[in-house]
């Protein structure tokens, strides 16, 4: 088996621990893979994770309604890569960078989880 080459930083971001452990390796991930990213990031929770190493992330904006003179709340979503390395679960917010296409509707990769903390119902439904 040859040694992977693990990137120690992209666009300033630390790479996780898991990035170092033979098993995560990826060829679409930045850390362990050869997956170029854009200084273009986006941050959003993730709400959906498929077994497939992707996830959907979803952001809020505010809107000004000048006819009403206020604002509204707009989502968007978007499709990302999850690496093996990282490994986002549902309720974490998270940093997605912008990169080649991988595949029809994935151009960005989870680079940074910024909360550890999972926002999940059944962790609100136990608190209650």
Request: charged share 30%; with cysteine; proline share 5%.
């Amino acid at each position: 088996m040859k040694k992977q080459n693990v990137r120690k930083m992209v666009l300033g971001v630390e790479a996780p621990k898991k990035a170092f452990a033979s098993e995560n390796h990826d060829e679409n991930c930045p850390f362990t893979g050869n997956l170029a990213v854009k200084n273009e990031l986006i941050r959003g929770i993730v709400v959906k994770k498929d077994i497939s190493k992707s996830a959907t992330i979803e952001w809020t904006r505010s809107i000004y309604v000048p006819k009403y003179e206020r604002y509204e709340l707009r989502k968007s979503r978007m499709r990302v890569h999850n690496p093996p390395c990282i490994d986002a679960q549902i309720g974490q917010e998270v940093v997605a960078a912008r990169t080649r296409p991988i595949s029809k509707t994935k151009h960005h990769v989870i680079i940074q989880i910024i909360n550890k903390e999972e926002n999940t119902k059944e962790n609100e439904s136990n608190k209650k």
